[in-house]
């Protein structure tokens, strides 16, 4: 199971991966299923309470507004 920090590393260098990301941001929000779908793809270890978290997180980066 990979973690948040393991999965922002790879985004840095995987393209297919920042291409799937870009994907899901490309309408500047993440909906619960598209986060859950992610979450499952790529057994990353968060759970549905992170959400929030998580979308706080990617306004700060700059991906969403």
Request: hydrophobic share 40%; aromatic share 6%.
């Amino acid at each position: 199971m990979a973690t948040v920090e393991e999965l922002v590393k790879q985004y840095e260098t995987d393209k297919a991966l920042k291409k799937e990301v870009d994907g899901i941001l490309a309408d500047n929000k993440i909906t619960i299923s598209e986060f859950m779908g992610f979450v499952k793809k790529h057994d990353v270890d968060v759970s549905l309470s992170d959400f929030p978290k998580l979308i706080e997180e990617a306004k700060k980066a700059g991906l969403i507004k």
